[in-house]
Nanobody
Framework: QVQLVVSGGGLVQPGGSLRLSCAAS????????MGWYRQAPGKQRELVAS???????NYDDSVKGRFTISRDNARNTMYLQMNSLKPEDTAVYLC???????????????WGQGTQVTVSS
């Protein structure tokens, strides 16, 4: 059974920083693309950033230059370093990953639980 566990959310003042982690555990043969999403109240879920197994990254324009996505393939963990946070970054942040549990099983997309990030003074 594959699980994604998210940690690191919280309350921070505008201009502050937070680091989110998303750790995959269970039976894992390989992990392809991993991504961070967020959903604010009344809004659709949106992709914040993604990273391939080879380290290629993609960011939403709203976070470019402020957020950095990274991953540690040896630990099956992805990170999101969020700097210069703004009130409009307030949302529930979720992670997902395209994981192949075994070599003979097709890749599936798994989701972690959300973590609340609140940017407020």
């Amino acid at each position: 059974q594959v699980q994604l566990v998210v940690s690191g959310g919280g309350l921070v003042q505008p201009g502050g920083s937070l680091r989110l982690s998303c750790a995959a555990s269970g039976t894992i043969f390989s992990i392809n693309t991993m991504g961070w999403y967020r959903q604010a109240p009344g809004k659709q879920r949106e992709l914040v950033a993604s990273i391939t197994s080879g380290g290629m990254t993609n960011y939403d324009d709203s976070v470019k230059g402020r957020f950095t996505i990274s991953r540690d393939n040896a630990r099956n963990t992805m990170y999101l370093q969020m700097n210069s946070l703004k009130p409009e970054d307030t949302a529930v942040y979720l992670c997902n990953a395209d994981i192949r549990a075994r070599s003979y099983i097709p890749t599936r997309t798994y989701w972690g639980q959300g973590t609340q990030v609140t940017v407020s003074s």
